[in-house]
Every structure is written in structure tokens, then in C-alpha cells.
């Protein structure tokens, strides 16, 4: 079968590779599509902390079972799914309190361990497979990954009805993690970005204000719009250097500041801010079942429309084309989709 694999940096080639078996508690799914994703970049560029070249791309996707193993119990062919691209070993510390995310040896794809999703066949445990209703397209199915992501950072976020809240960066998760929020009955939301397309889906989405980064002071707009008292939360979901300072000058005194974006090189913060007003910083990584579970029930239930967010559909032969384009920004991008 077809597979886009990234052979050394920024290079992509289209080989080809065993489908995969199935075994006794696996679904073997035809992916109708896949999703191209930040971390997709780290592993494109180089710089992922543990997908390495050459490696099959993907964590993305959705698609149609064609074939289940013979303990599999609630999928069967024609079935329309995504998947929870995470298994963790069952027996650490963190597996016991239901947190995958964070088990030092859980299993993801685009590792030797699991293909990743750019294939035309993505064979996963039944546990991490979820059902997808007809009326979501698969395009909309697989954003129950990133949709997830931001699920779980709106948790850990711990917002609450009535809450002011500030996402700064308006990308894919940034504007998932506003959609969550106004699902949950946030009213103000402020968002940030420095590209304009992103900030218009943001006002479209319903931020209460959205702020072009460079072309204004987000602190002062938004220290201004509350009292010069600052949000109560504020959801970190872009990486330049100088976000966690402005973040908690944002944050009202003992407001709670959630970093999602995956920042992984040191930046300077400025801690005594944090001291004097009595912030809490908070990581939030990937997400636990429930947050998967949760995602797809709002996608399912359309309490959260992410249909305008499916910027590009493109083919897999087109894979290097989709980084490139959302390694430079080029053009109005949210999510490239692509289908092997
Ligand atoms: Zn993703
Ligand atoms: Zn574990």
C-alpha cells in the first residue's frame, strides 16, 4: 500500500509498504482521509522530539473498516471511525488513573511501533477506534484528534461559567479551544494570532474581540477591556518568546494560565510575576480518553461545527506540498487534510 513518509528532512516520498495485519483485537480501517498537524512539521523539519525520519507521517485520521479480528466486538465492515492515536501500557502509575497521555511508554503512531495515519490502510486497537455518525464528513471525523487536544487543555484550563479567558494564537487548536469554550457558555473569549485570516475565524467563531499581535499590544487592549484588573484564564496555544510574560500580564492575580503550545526550546520568563500575583501555570499535553470521548460526542452532537476550519483537501501525492504550505503560512490555512 501507498505511504507518505518523511525520508530526511523536508522531503517526502510516496513508497511502499506492507499493509498491515490484523490481529485478534485490531480493526483494519480504509483511511479516507488524513490530517496534517503541527507535530507533522516537528517530524517534516527534524525536530521532533521522538518521531524520527524516515517515518510514515500522520496521527490523524478517518475512514471506513474493512476487515476486524475475531475479539473485536462493537466495529464491523462499512463502519464509518476515527481513532484515538494513543495506547498506554496498562500498567504504570499514570494508565492507572486513566492518563495515557502521560504513561512514559505509551505507543503513538509514526513510531516504529505504529504506522502512522498517511496510508491507505491504518490498522488500531478496537479501544482507541470511536464511531463517527453520517452526518459528519470524515474530514470532520478526524478533527476529533485536535479537537481533543483542546477539550483536554479547556479542562485543565479549569473555566467556569462566567469566566474572562484569553487564548492567545488562533491556529488550529487556538480556535478548537474557543469553539470548546463557547460551548461550554464562556461569553468572553479574546483571541490573538498575526495573521489576519485566522483572526477573522476567530471573530466568525465567536471571540468577543480578536487582536492582530504585532499591529497591536495585547496586554494593553486587553488589561483596558477589564478594568485594568486582566482575564481570569488564559489558554497559551503559540510559541513566541515572550508568551508566558505576556500571558501573565494578561491574568488577573491568582488567574490560572494553561500552556498548550509546544514550545520546545527555553524562552526567558519573567517568574517574580507569577510571585507577586500569585499565578498558576499549568502544561496540558495531548489528552486522556475521556477528553477523546468528549470530542467526538460534540462533533457528533454538532454542539461544535468545525466545518469552516477544513481549510485544504489535498491528495498524498500533495503531502510535501500541504507542509511546505503550512510551514510557511502560505495562504488562508487552518487544517490541510489529505487523501491517500
Ligand atoms: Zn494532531
Ligand atoms: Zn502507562
Not at 32 to 59: M, Q
Not at 96 to 101: R, V
Not at 155 to 173: N, Q, W, Y
Not at 264 to 287: D, H, M, R, W
Request: charged residues 25%; glycine residues 8%.
Amino acid at each position: 500500500m501507498r505511504a507518505a513518509v518523511v525520508a530526511e528532512p523536508y522531503h517526502v516520498e510516496i513508497r511502499d509498504i506492507p499493509k498491515p495485519s490484523v490481529e485478534a483485537n485490531d480493526v483494519l480501517i480504509k483511511v479516507e482521509v488524513a490530517g496534517i498537524c503541527g507535530s507533522d512539521l516537528h517530524l517534516f523539519k527534524g525536530t521532533h522530539a521522538f518521531r524520527k525520519p524516515p517515518a510514515v507521517l500522520g496521527h490523524e485520521m478517518a475512514g471506513t473498516v474493512v476487515e476486524v479480528g475475531k475479539n473485536v466486538k462493537k466495529f464491523k465492515a462499512g463502519d464509518r471511525v476515527t481513532v484515538e492515536p494513543q495506547v498506554g501500557c496498562g500498567q504504570c502509575r499514570y494508565c492507572g488513573q486513566g492518563l495515557a497521555n502521560l504513561c512514559l511508554n505509551k505507543k503513538v503512531p509514526g513510531t516504529p511501533s505504529w504506522v502512522g495515519t498517511f496510508v491507505e490502510y491504518f490498522v488500531a486497537p478496537e479501544e482507541t477506534v470511536y464511531a463517527i455518525p453520517e452526518s459528519l464528513s470524515f474530514a470532520e471525523g478526524l478533527m476529533a484528534e485536535p479537537l481533543a487536544v483542546a477539550v483536554h487543555a479547556v479542562r485543565r484550563a479549569e473555566l467556569k461559567p462566567g469566566d474572562t479567558v484569553a487564548i492567545l494564537g488562533s491556529g488550529t487548536i487556538g480556535l478548537l479551544a474557543l469553539l470548546v469554550a463557547k460551548a461550554k457558555g464562556i461569553e468572553t473569549v479574546y483571541c490573538t494570532d498575526v495573521v489576519d485570516f485566522n483572526l477573522e475565524m476567530a471573530k466568525k467563531l465567536g471571540a468577543k474581540a480578536a487582536i492582530h499581535a504585532l499591529r497591536e499590544d495585547p496586554v494593553e487592549k486587553i488589561r483596558s477591556w477589564t478594568d485594568d484588573v486582566g482575564v481570569d484564564k488564559v489558554i497559551i496555544a503559540a510559541g513566541p518568546g515572550t508568551i508566558i510574560d505576556q500571558a501573565s500580564a494578561i491574568t488577573r492575580r491568582r488567574g490560572r494560565i494553561t500552556l498548550v503550545a509546544m514550545i520546545t526550546k527555553p524562552i526567558p520568563v519573567y517568574t517574580y510575576s507569577f510571585v507577586f500575583n500569585e499565578q498558576t501555570l499549568a502544561g496540558s499535553q495531548t489528552y486522556q480518553s475521556q477528553d477523546f470521548e468528549e470530542a467526538v460526542r460534540l462533533l457528533s452532537t454538532k454542539e461544535v461545527d468545525v466545518s469552516s476550519l477544513i481549510t485544504q483537501e489535498l491528495s498524498l501525492a500533495e503531502t510535501e506540498q500541504g507542509l511546505k504550505m503550512l510551514a510557511d503560512k502560505a495562504g488562508n490555512i487552518v487544517k490541510i487534510v489529505v487523501q491517500p
